[in-house]
């Protein structure tokens, strides 16, 4: 189901296209549709997530139907169809972490942005979710933001005020 | 100290580029099996070796390259399984972090005996930082002549490529990881056709674990015969566990297999013992589809014989009293952890990781999520109990995929092994909200090692 709430107009810069070329030109002949999960990917980077139009450019990129694109952009968790926060916390929820104190983490983290999970907070920067396991159970509690989705493990609250301590001063300074 | 074979040189600094890698002696079993060996030799030493798959389902990884099928003229694939998301299971993303050149090099002995043209490594998508190292890697290969046309002057040609996958558990399942590379959803095909017969493009596929793949390597190097002197009876080798929940020093750890359970948890060598001096009550050994056996039954078995890490060991019993192997992703719970909790937790996740296509997977993990929360707050009835057995048991081996059954079994080895803890909840709804039920009767039997 696509329920669209906002749209963003875009268009792919010439060096976004000679990316998707490039990744293209991994599948045999024909075989074109295989791109579509990294190119998403590269969409989702550029824009901070997947608006209709996006997905449409990207169908009639590929050849095929821009149906195609939405019902694998719904599926897959990691594809945004709606705008999330600069910084998207993504915390680990399932059960091994829990062990070691997710549970605590996650609420610590919705309190202190005073978000609930999916919201974004007034200042566009912040926005938080529960995902499942990370591949990282031996270091939880721990959490990933993307596009570069890289890991905070081993989550103290301490761990969580010095990241978006960071991050906030990471925005300041640019 | 054990014998490694994966991770022998983990802590050499500089190991994840070619040139500490090679300086390690990397690169070996790519020479000498693409100069020294056809094809069939590289298989032979494999199916010597007795390695079992590493992803889940233990299948001998040579029996499985036997079945693909070479019709003239169709092109083969080898896919690399890197998904890895089966809650409990990080050893692959640590084996690609550290040491990416052994799965690259894997992976061109591998194609090298299946006869592929283009093989590809399917990541799931969050690992991003491990997919920027593996075309790092593969770049650096590609560079030095190992990758590419005419490898090393053997005649042999191939592309390496990395494919991110999309955030779906389900994706890990072999025929929707195939759907997925393929740009579509992630739904698992009927089989057969199996995939050494039609997989990806329709074409003969094989799909392997990120370990398996690796463990070839060593295989190459050493031989099948020496690799299955390593192990015990037909668990051979070495294996990667990745210890996580309440141990003193969870994290990844190289393991010959049939070491016991017992000294896993408890030496200094490996997980140190339980954290913060607590006691041992649960273990679910092989990743969360595998049954969750109390602390008395996974370091001895039924017959009161000393449980290894092994195949064969830990499935001890059958379901009634053992467990499986599975990705080695394992799990410790200590006393004060609630098995119910933990049940309601596994089943919300493969309730939202189904991917809909059959009804007793999709509605049966619905219903399940519901009793266990009812349960675990306090607001269920004793019919439930036995309610969720039924809905466990008509999931089971009436799916598409083992996704079902993966469900079903953590759902009926709580119930079998921890009821009166079920219970508990529902006769004390109002106890159940502060307190945990502890430990009870499955106390942890073994006083500590000595340190
Ligand atoms: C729901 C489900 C999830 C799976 N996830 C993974 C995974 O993340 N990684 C993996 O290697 N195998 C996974 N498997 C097993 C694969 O289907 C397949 O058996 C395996 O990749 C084969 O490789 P192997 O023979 O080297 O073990 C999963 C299976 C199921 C049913
Ligand atoms: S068992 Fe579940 S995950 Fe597997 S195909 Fe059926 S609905 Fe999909
Ligand atoms: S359970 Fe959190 S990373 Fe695996």
Redo the contacts between chains.
């Keep these: 189901m696509l329920s669209v709430k906002e749209n963003l107009i875009v268009n792919f810069s010439a060096e976004l296209l000679k990316s998707f070329t490039e990744i293209v030109s ?1 599948y ?1 002949e024909g ?1 074109q ?6 190119i ?2 590269l969409v989702q980077e550029e824009y901070g997530w997947v608006s209709t139009d996006a997905m449409d450019k990207v169908a009639s990129f ?1 050849s ?1 139907q821009p149906v ?1 694109v939405y ?2 952009a719904s ?5 945004f169809l709606e705008p999330r926060g600069k910084y998207n916390l ?1 915390v680990c ?4 972490c ?3 104190g997710a549970e605590r983490i996650m609420k610590y983290i919705e309190d202190k942005l005073g978000v609930k999970e999916g919201e974004v907070t007034e200042d566009g920067l912040f926005s938080w979710r529960g ?10 509690p721990v959490l ?1 933001i ?6 905070y493990e081993n989550l103290t609250e301490e761990k969580v005020d010095q990241l978006i301590s960071e991050l906030k001063q990471k925005v300041q300074n640019t | 100290m054990a014998r490694k074979l994966l991770l022998t040189h983990i802590d050499v600094p500089g190991i994840n580029t070619l040139e500490v890698y090679r300086q390690k002696g990397g690169y070996r079993a790519v020479e000498k099996a693409l100069k020294s060996m056809s094809p069939d030799d590289v298989l032979e030493e494999v199916k010597k070796s007795g390695l079992r798959g590493r992803g889940g389902a233990g299948f001998p990884t040579g029996m499985k390259w036997s079945f693909l099928a070479k019709p003239e003229g169709v092109a083969r694939y080898l896919v690399c399984n890197a998904d890895e998301s089966e809650p409990g299971t990080f050893k692959d993303r640590y084996l690609m972090t550290h040491i990416p050149h052994a799965l690259i090099e894997g992976m061109i002995v591998s194609s090298y005996a299946l006869g592929t043209a283009t093989s590809y490594i399917y990541v799931r998508g969050e690992m991003m930082p491990q997919i920027r190292i593996l075309e790092q890697a593969i770049a650096e290969a590609k560079n030095a002549g190992l990758l590419g046309k005419n490898i090393l002057g053997s005649g042999y040609d191939l592309e390496i490529f990395v494919h991110p996958g999309g955030g779906a558990y389900i994706c890990g399942e072999e025929t929707a990881l195939l759907e997925s590379l393929e740009g579509k959803r992630g739904n698992p095909r009927i089989k057969p056709p199996f995939p050494a017969v039609s997989g990806l493009y329709g074409c003969p596929t094989v799909v392997n674990n990120v370990e398996s793949i690796a463990s070839v390597v060593p295989i190459i190097n050493d031989g099948g015969d020496e690799y299955a002197k390593i192990g015990i009876g037909r668990s051979t080798g070495t294996k990667l566990i990745s210890a996580g929940g309440n141990l003193r020093k969870p994290g990844v750890y190289e393991i010959e297999l049939g070491l016991p359970v017992e000294e896993f948890i408890y030496s200094d060598e490996y997980c140190g013992g339980i954290a913060d001096g607590k006691r041992l009550k649960a273990v679910v050994a092989g990743g969360s589809s595998v049954p969750i056996l109390p602390a008395n039954l996974i370091l001895k078995t039924s017959t009161g014989e000393s449980r290894l890490m092994s195949y064969e060991s830990l499935a001890e019993g059958g379901f009634e009293t053992g467990t499986m192997m599975g990705s080695g992703g394992f799990i410790a719970f200590d006393e004060d952890q609630c098995i119910v909790r933990n049940t309601y937790n596994f089943t919300r996740f493969y309730r939202h990781e189904s991917c809909g296509q059959c009804s007793p997977c999709r509605e049966g993990t619905g219903w399940m999520e519901k009793i266990l929360y009812n349960i675990e707050h306090g607001q269920a009835s004793p019919q439930d109990i036995d309610l969720l057995w039924d809905i466990q048991r008509n999931i089971e081996g009436n799916t598409i995929c083992p996704l079902g059954d993966a469900a079903a079994w953590p759902v009926a080895a709580a119930i079998r092994h921890f009821r009166d803890e079920f219970e508990w909840h529902i006769n004390n709804p109002q106890e159940a909200q502060t307190k945990n039920f502890g430990l009870a009767h499955y106390a942890d039997p073994l006083a500590p090692l000595a340190e």
């Design positions: 991994r045999p075989k549709k295989s791109a579509l999960l990294p998403l990917h590929l095929i195609e019902e694998v599926f897959y968790t990691m594809y993504e929820r399932t059960g091994p829990c062990l070691v995902v499942e396991c990370s591949a990282a159970c031996g270091y939880g990933q993307g596009p570069e989705y890289t890991y």
